[in-house]
């Protein structure tokens, strides 16, 4: 039984807004199945005295005090950007007509 | 035939659940060192974090995490002695990292309540609303929408984004499930979320500005038929701006959704927009292909991890509770109920309080704030607290009561300091605004005025006592109003064998 489905994968990559044909959507899905697989196999030896963790070194409490540091300029922040307009990053249509 | 609030609330039972979010007043933005600052010109309080730039990395704003906790401990939560910010995934321009940092299954603060006050049939009553989680997050960036034919975002031409909101600290207060509110699910929503705000405002972590969007609030809504015992489904109403608009927006959604059930209709789990120009909702886009958030943990954050003896610390610095400070100023100012409502929304009680505690009269003192400054302000279209200061109404108002200053040239003090042409002395030197209290001088004027009016003081003399308001004028004009008219009428009607 597959961990993840055809499906699964098409509904991803339209999540992540990323185009994929029907060869890529079949060959992904076994990938990542194969790949879910071997993650899988982990929970096999981690016991319940073992928490899950989110960080590989045990720190705790980082914080930065709460100053003012100069930002970049306008042109420094759009410098990047594929777009812009009236100083403001200019990105294309969000939402159709309702 | 369609039903109105009334009858829905007969046949249907409401059950809310409110959303609030606050943007702290910190300086610097949650993950970065940018400013916060209201207003700045577009994309100038930006940087490599706030702007998702590969390889920056995020460090969490100290201050940020005291807020929240003083605010889970201000509504009775616990403390979590480990929580963890997380990913919320999703692909829309308002937040350039296509996530926003948040957090989900391990909030800072959990479990609370907030006791709020309600007017029912059967007067006040108490209603105890219980939180479900205060977690941290940031706020998004805003977007210009152009073109297209409504101005929205729906067929839109492009869109613009502004990021410098995009990163300042927000906090999101979630309620549990709220039922048993009967038909009174309005009022409990609009004193939460009014309580809510006055316990903010006393904590200093924000400036809870509705309109201004710094306290933003949704409101999720069910109905179940009366004794069903069932939960309905529900509709989450955004963009809920004011105080009002959240009793307003509970009302609207409970005539439409009974008004759906009635004509055997269905509920759609989705969100929608609050109209403020009608109360009502609009639909927006529904629940079912709402995005697929696929939270996990921030790998670039470290957990929170309080310690307890700051906890504690921070506890004991919880200012008084704002509806215990509410019923104790109220008693000691002697202050009608209603007033009292006034100073409160007007967001006075603080500079009030101050003007009293300086030695001022609490009736004058209420009376300048609510009366003239607030006159002032509302012309200028201000905050009345941004024009004088507590100290400087105080010294008009004891210039008026050791009678240096009537009532009429105190409103001119309190101008002449608002235009900013001083203190109160400065202005009153300045203007020549004293009272006329030389008795030789306005002898001379009464004189004059008896003079021009031979009849009117006749009358007056012949007993006519209300006569006299036209000769008092007279003297009043011709002294520029500068004179006392309590004082004015004494030496007139002794004058006129009237004393």
């Known amino acids: ?79 990047g950007a594929p777009a812009q307009s009236e100083d403001r990053f200019k990105v294309p249509q969000i939402l159709g007509e309702e | 035939m369609s039903l109105n609030y009334d009858q829905a609330v007969e046949k249907y039972e409401p059950t809310l659940g409110l959303e609030v979010h606050v943007e702290l007043n910190t300086k610097s933005k949650m993950f970065c060192s940018c400013s916060t600052e209201f207003g700045g010109a577009p994309n100038t309080q930006t940087c490599p974090v706030c702007l998702g730039l590969p390889g920056a990395l995020p460090v969490v704003n100290g201050k940020a995490i005291e807020s929240t906790i003083l605010i889970g401990l201000a509504l009775n939560c616990s403390i979590a002695p480990f929580s963890r ?120 972590v924000s400036d809870v500005k509705m309109e201004q969007g710094s306290m933003r609030c949704d409101v999720n809504l069910s109905l179940a038929p009366i004794g069903s015992g069932e939960l309905g489904t529900r509709s989450e109403t955004k963009n809920v701006n004011s105080l009002r608009s959240v009793e307003r927006a509970v009302i609207g959604e409970v005539v439409r959704q009974s008004n759906r059930l009635q004509d055997g209709e269905r509920i759609v789990q989705e969100t929608r927009h609050f109209q403020e120009e009608s109360g009502q909702t609009r639909s927006g886009r ?70 009293i505690t300086i030695g001022a009269d609490p009736t004058r003192a209420r009376s300048w704030w609510l009366g003239e400054v607030s006159r002032l302000a509302n012309e200028r279209e201000v905050d009345p607290t941004s024009l004088i200061t507590p100290a400087q109404v105080a010294e008009v108002i004891s210039l008026i009561a050791s009678g240096e200053l009537t009532d009429k040239l105190a409103r001119q003090v309190v101008e002449g300091v608002i235009a900013g042409e001083g203190t109160p002395a400065d202005v009153i030197s300045k203007r020549g605004l004293k009272v006329v209290s030389d008795d030789g001088a306005l002898m001379t004027a009464i004189e004059a005025a008896i003079a021009s009016q031979p009849d009117t003081a006749e009358r007056v003399r012949g007993g006519n006592i209300p006569a006299a308001g036209a000769l008092i004028g007279a003297v009043m004009k011709a002294t520029g109003g500068q004179a006392d008219a309590a004082k004015v009428r004494e030496l007139l009607l002794k004058h006129l064998g009237q004393l």
């Open chain 2, 85 to 204: 910010f997380a990913r919320k995934n999703y692909f829309y321009p308002d937040m350039p990292k296509n996530f926003q940092t948040s957090q989900y299954d391990e909030p800072i603060c959990v479990n609370g309540y907030l006791d709020v006050e309600i007017e029912t049939d059967e007067g006040v009553k108490p209603f105890r609303v219980e939180i479900e989680r205060v977690h941290m997050e940031e706020d998004t960036g805003k977007s210009l929408h152009v073109g297209g034919a409504t101005g929205r975002i729906h067929g839109a031409d492009y869109s613009l984004l502004d990021y410098n909101r995009a990163g300042i600290p927000l906090v999101e207060i979630v309620t549990k499930i709220v039922g048993g509110t009967d038909k009174y699910a309005p009022q409990v929503a609009r004193a939460y979320v009014t309580e809510l705000r006055d316990i903010l405002r006393s904590l200093g």
């Open chain 2, 286 to 355: 529904s629940k079912e292909q709402a995005e697929d958030y696929r939270y996990f943990p921030e790998p670039d954050l470290v957990p929170v991890v309080p310690d307890s003896a700051w906890i504690e610390e921070l506890r004991a610095t919880l200012p008084e509770k704002p509806s215990t400070r509410r019923a104790r100023l109220q008693a000691e100012w002697s202050v009608p109920d209603k007033e009292m409502t006034s100073l409160v929304n007007a967001g006075l009680l603080d500079v009030v309080e101050e003007t």
């Open chain 1, 1 to 79: 039984m597959a961990a993840i489905s055809r499906d699964d994968v098409a509904h991803l990559a339209k999540l992540a807004r990323i185009e994929m044909n029907d060869s890529e959507l079949d060959h992904l899905a076994q990938e990542m199945d194969v790949i879910l697989g071997a993650v899988a196999r982990v929970q096999e030896v981690a016991s319940a005295d073992v928490p899950p963790t989110s960080h590989p070194i045990p720190v705790n409490n980082v914080v930065r005090e709460d100053v003012v540091r100069p930002s970049l300029t306008p042109q420094e922040a759009l410098s």
